[in-house]
């Protein structure tokens, strides 16, 4: 059983071959800019939900946690993104700041990782995201909360056909 599902992991699709280039010396210099340029990529290479991505957060005993999230936005406060205060990675955010971004899109082989502390933002964006929503409906919920990570790290990671990955990874 364990062997067949061995082989079974084993013999799936890897990187597509016609992955695209990434030359990190001639990439854009700020990475926000450099992330909106892959997510356009993304974007004309179908892939579906592109600002979707993995957080890992921990509790105070280092106990690590993580879960898919939307990307709202990227500006000075930090790389955004909303959740209830109340959920569990609302508790680890409290009990300790620092969490881990990895976004993945496998039809271009790459993948960008951010770490660095979160902050809540203020009250009125929290709502202002809230009222956003497209499911919204007027209510409002005092416990959504806004949040921006402010990079320590970033890397930008490109997968290639020879094997010879490209990572570009810029620390703060
Ligand atoms: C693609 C995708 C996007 C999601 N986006 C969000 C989001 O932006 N905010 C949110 O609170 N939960 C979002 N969720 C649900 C979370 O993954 C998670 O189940 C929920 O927030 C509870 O997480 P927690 O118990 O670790 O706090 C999303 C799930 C998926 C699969």
């Given at each position: 059983?364990?062997?067949?599902?061995?082989?079974?992991?084993?013999?799936?699709?890897?990187?597509?071959?016609?992955?695209?280039d990434?030359?990190?010396?001639?990439?854009?210099?700020d990475?926000a800019?450099l992330?909106?340029?892959?997510?356009?990529?993304a974007?004309?290479?179908?892939?579906?939900?592109?600002?979707?991505f993995?957080?890992?957060?921990?509790?105070?005993?280092?106990?690590?946690?993580?879960?898919?999230?939307?990307?709202?936005?990227?500006?000075?406060?930090?790389?955004?993104?909303?959740?209830?205060?109340?959920?569990?990675?609302?508790?680890?955010?409290?009990?300790?700041?620092?969490?881990?971004?990895?976004?993945?899109?496998?039809?271009?082989?790459?993948?960008?990782?951010?770490?660095?502390?979160?902050?809540?933002?203020?009250?009125?964006?929290?709502?202002?995201?809230?009222?956003?929503?497209?499911?919204s409906?007027?209510?409002?919920?005092?416990?959504?909360?806004?949040?921006?990570?402010?990079?320590?790290?970033i890397?930008?990671?490109?997968?290639?056909?020879?094997?010879?990955?490209?990572?570009?990874?810029?620390?703060?």
């Open positions: 059983m364990s062997d067949s599902f061995r082989a079974r992991l084993r013999a799936l699709p890897d990187f597509p071959e016609d992955l695209p990434f030359d990190p010396a001639a990439a854009a210099q990475p800019e992330f909106r340029q892959w997510l356009s990529d974007l004309a290479a179908g892939v579906r939900q592109p600002h979707a993995s957080l890992a957060t921990a509790d105070a005993d280092g106990h690590v946690s993580s879960r898919m999230l939307i990307l709202k936005d990227i500006d000075d406060d930090g790389w955004q993104f909303a959740t209830a205060r109340t959920s569990r990675k609302g508790g680890e955010l409290a009990e300790n700041p620092n969490a881990a971004m990895n976004f993945y899109w496998p039809e271009l082989g790459r993948q960008i990782r951010v770490a660095g502390a979160v902050v809540q933002l203020s009250a009125e964006a929290s709502a202002a995201d809230w009222d956003a929503r497209p499911a409906d007027g209510s409002s919920n005092p416990a959504w909360q806004l949040y921006a990570l402010k990079p320590r790290e890397e930008f990671w490109q997968a290639r056909a020879d094997r010879h990955h490209i990572r570009h990874r810029m620390v703060f």
